[in-house]
């Protein structure tokens, strides 16, 4: 396993180093862009392209959006996206899955409290993505400017699923059942000062767990900052250790998964794509924004508004001809 780190990591990375170490195989990799040729100007296709061909599959980090589907069509081994930007983070949700699944038993009607910077949040976008097959309603805490992103929105409408979308956490907290808390994502902000008027919006602590149900789970991605103060940590519906420890669990079955030993992938769902350098994704925190020779690539969206979605970041364009 090659495990490619453009961005830092603790859990996500030591996870799966240790996740595959335990299965009996080996690691090589880089746990920062600086170290790696992409710090003399490498495109991050030709870093894929070399590495994919030193190891049977490659794990990414990156901090652009996209980066995930640029090293897919890069490489000649399976990628796994270990994070890309403030897109998605698939393989906390498995973790994520596994976590409540094993202290709740089922998935099926729960009521799931995602609190925080739920905009930049991957982790989120993530799970709520997947939680949604799996028959439960939300319940979004968050500051406005950090509500999640319009098309995650639009994917819960499309979809009818119900969630319900509030600033205070005090409300919210006696109908939860399990409650994602997440760090406000200070490198992913344009401007300091607004991290720093949001960063500290939610502080869960003992006295707002008072009026929480007996069996809540608390869980976090981790790292916190601020966001649950150390004396939740000896509560008993504190679950965001066991969280990280079911990391390895989770990324051993997926290593498994892909190495072809356990049964399961499921085929790749194709969507159609217009590759054009006609009309480019605005979006400075796309991976096209930062690969000059990497071409823009849309999927159609929506036929009445001439609305196409780039087919890395999912950002919207509306209003063009193709
Ligand atoms: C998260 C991430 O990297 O998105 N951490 C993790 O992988 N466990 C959450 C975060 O950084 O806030």
Not at 31 to 41: L, M, P, Q, V, Y
Not at 167 to 184: F, G, I
Not at 191 to 206: F, G
Not at 254 to 265: A, T
């Amino acid at each position: 396993m090659a495990s490619l780190f453009f961005e830092p990591s603790t859990r996500t990375r030591l996870s799966f180093e240790s996740a595959m170490l335990r299965l009996g195989g080996q690691v090589i990799g880089f746990s920062e862009a600086a170290s790696s040729s992409a710090a003399k100007g490498e495109s991050l296709s030709d870093t894929i392209r070399v590495v994919s061909r030193y190891a049977d599959l490659l794990v990414m980090r990156h901090p652009k959006e996209g980066a995930a589907l640029v090293a897919s069509q890069a490489s000649v081994v399976p990628v796994i996206n270990a994070g890309d930007g403030g897109r998605e983070h698939p393989t906390q949700t498995l973790t994520d899955l596994l976590t409540i699944l094993s202290i709740k038993g089922e998935i099926k009607g729960l009521t799931v409290g995602c609190c925080g910077d739920l905009k930049y949040g991957r982790t989120v976008h993530s799970l709520v993505k997947n939680l949604s097959r799996l028959g439960v309603s939300f319940v979004f805490i968050s500051p406005e400017e950090l509500r999640i992103p319009d098309s995650l929105r639009a994917f819960l409408d499309e979809n009818n699923l119900q969630y319900t979308e509030t600033r205070h956490m005090e409300e919210a907290m006696p109908h939860l059942d399990v409650l994602y808390m997440t760090r406000v994502q200070r490198e992913r902000f344009d401007s300091e000062q607004d991290y720093l008027r949001l960063k500290d919006m939610y502080i869960l602590d003992a006295n707002k767990l008072k009026s929480a149900k007996p069996d809540l789970c608390v869980l976090h991605p981790l790292p916190r900052v601020n966001e649950i103060t150390p004396e939740v940590d000896d509560d008993p519906r504190a679950a965001y250790f066991e969280q990280a420890r079911c990391g390895v669990f989770a990324r051993m079955a997926l290593l498994l998964m892909l190495s072809g030993v356990e049964p399961g992938l499921l085929p790749v769902q194709t969507q159609t794509t217009l590759s054009t350098n006609t009309i480019v994704c605005k979006n400075p925190r796309c991976i096209t924004s930062v690969e000059p020779m990497l071409a823009h690539a849309f999927h159609p969206h929506n036929a009445e508004t001439r609305t196409y979605r780039c087919a890395y970041c999912e950002g919207d364009v509306k209003g063009i001809e193709i």
